[in-house]
C-alpha cells in the first residue's frame, strides 16, 4: 500500500493544509464505563440536513480515541472566539479527557456525553458510521441535539498554524 509521505512529503502536505482556514471544535463523549474524551478537532462539516447529519475526523493515535470508539453518541462544539485556551487545552498530548475537562463545567447531554458551557453552537447524536482512512477515522453523526449559542459573538478559527478570530456578521445597514 502506498502511503501519502510515499507520494509527497509530509511537511509539505501539512503546510498546503495549513492553507485552508477552518474552524475550531471540540469533540467529546463518554464511554459506558464512565470513560470520557475532549479533544479538539478541525476535520468537521455539515454532511446532511434531511436527515441531519455532522462528521469529524479523528485521530486513531490520540489518547481520546479509545473513548470515542466505545463511545455510541458523540457532541461537536463549535467554539467562540473567547475559548482559545479551552482549544489548546483540548490539543495538548498526551492528556485524557478528564484531565482536559478538569475545570471545566460540563453538564451531560442527552446520552450521557460531555456538552461545554459558552461555546458557539452544540451539536450531539448517535455515532451512526464509522470510516476508517489512514490515521483517522471519519465519524458520521445523526443529529438530534442542537443548541445555538449568541449569535453575536465571533468565531474561533486556525490558520496557518495559528488560532484567528472571525468577527460576527455585520447587521445590513438601516436594520438594528
Avoid at 45 to 72: F, H, K, M, N, R
Wanted: aromatic share 4%; glycine share 10%.
Amino acid at each position: 500500500m502506498t502511503t501519502t509521505t510515499d507520494r509527497v512529503e509530509a511537511a509539505d502536505f501539512r503546510r498546503a493544509c495549513a492553507q485552508f482556514a477552518t474552524g475550531v471544535t471540540a469533540v467529546t463523549a463518554a464511554d459506558p464505563g464512565g470513560g470520557v474524551a475532549a479533544l479538539a478537532v478541525n476535520s468537521f462539516a455539515s454532511v446532511s440536513l434531511d436527515p441531519a447529519q455532522i462528521l469529524v475526523c479523528v485521530g486513531v493515535g490520540t489518547s481520546s480515541y479509545p473513548v470515542v470508539a466505545a463511545s455510541e453518541r458523540l457532541a461537536v462544539h463549535v467554539l467562540a472566539a473567547d475559548q482559545e485556551a479551552l482549544a489548546k487545552r483540548l490539543a495538548t498530548s498526551g492528556l485524557t479527557g478528564a484531565q482536559r475537562l478538569a475545570d471545566v463545567a460540563w453538564t451531560p447531554g442527552p446520552g450521557g456525553e460531555p456538552l461545554l458551557p459558552g461555546t458557539a453552537a452544540r451539536l450531539a447524536g448517535p455515532v451512526t458510521r464509522r470510516l476508517h482512512s489512514g490515521d483517522h477515522v471519519i465519524l458520521i453523526i445523526e443529529v438530534d441535539h442542537v443548541e445555538n449559542g449568541d449569535d453575536t459573538s465571533s468565531a474561533l478559527a486556525f490558520h496557518r498554524g495559528a488560532f484567528a478570530v472571525l468577527p460576527p456578521k455585520r447587521a445590513k445597514e438601516g436594520t438594528r
